[in-house]
């Protein structure tokens, strides 16, 4: 018993450690985005999130449900939708793509506003991503019983449906929605 208490609080530990890097790491390219130009690091910053969504649709669809690396640790999650799994690659793996993304932007770009702001707009919206997501699936939480959360459980329905956990309109618009 005292083992799986540890484990859960070495997740809690794990989860708020990533959520205060990316909310953090956005912060910090907000304020030096804005330092430039308000109005372009905002457009940018939304213009990341909604980027943001549209590739936790394509990740959920084409890698968790297509690569075989990637699907034997998604399994997990079908299996027990309710444990938060700490992954190497969900975890660890998004600040280090949105140091990747924030360098190439900037050298695509030249632009303090437009990498910073997209890049916090990317790092926002996977932390809204991880939070939502969790506590979808935590029994007695309100997001377990609201509209967003049903849609989801579709998906756990029917694995080939469903894939936009914090945006169902990516499977409206790619004709991947669960009816019923």
């Not at 084409?62 to 075989?68: D, G, I, M, N």
């Not at 699907?71 to 969900?90: C, F, G, K, N």
């Not at 919206?125 to 699936?137: G, I, L, T």
Request: charged residues 15%; proline residues 3%.
């Amino acid at each position: 018993m005292e083992s799986r208490r540890t484990d859960a609080l070495k997740r809690r530990a794990l989860s708020l450690l990533h959520h205060v890097l990316l909310v953090g790491s956005a912060l910090v390219l907000w304020v030096e985005g804005a330092r430039y130009s308000v109005p372009l690091t905002l457009m940018a910053l939304m213009s990341g999130w909604i980027s943001g969504s549209f590739i936790e649709y394509v990740a959920h669809r084409f890698v968790l449900h297509e690569l075989a690396f990637a699907t034997e640790v998604h399994a997990h999650h079908h299996a027990s939708p309710a444990r938060e799994q700490i992954d190497p690659l969900s975890y660890w793996g998004s600040p280090v793509t949105a140091v990747l993304v924030w360098l190439a932007l900037r050298a695509l770009t030249g632009e303090v506003s437009v990498s910073g702001g997209i890049t916090a707009g990317l790092c926002l919206q996977y932390s809204w991503f991880r939070s939502v997501h969790r506590r979808m699936h935590k029994p007695g939480h309100r997001l377990a019983t609201g509209a967003l959360a049903q849609f989801h459980r579709g998906h756990h329905l029917d694995v080939h449906t469903n894939f936009g956990v914090t945006m169902p309109v990516w499977d409206a618009l790619c004709g991947t929605r669960r009816v019923g």
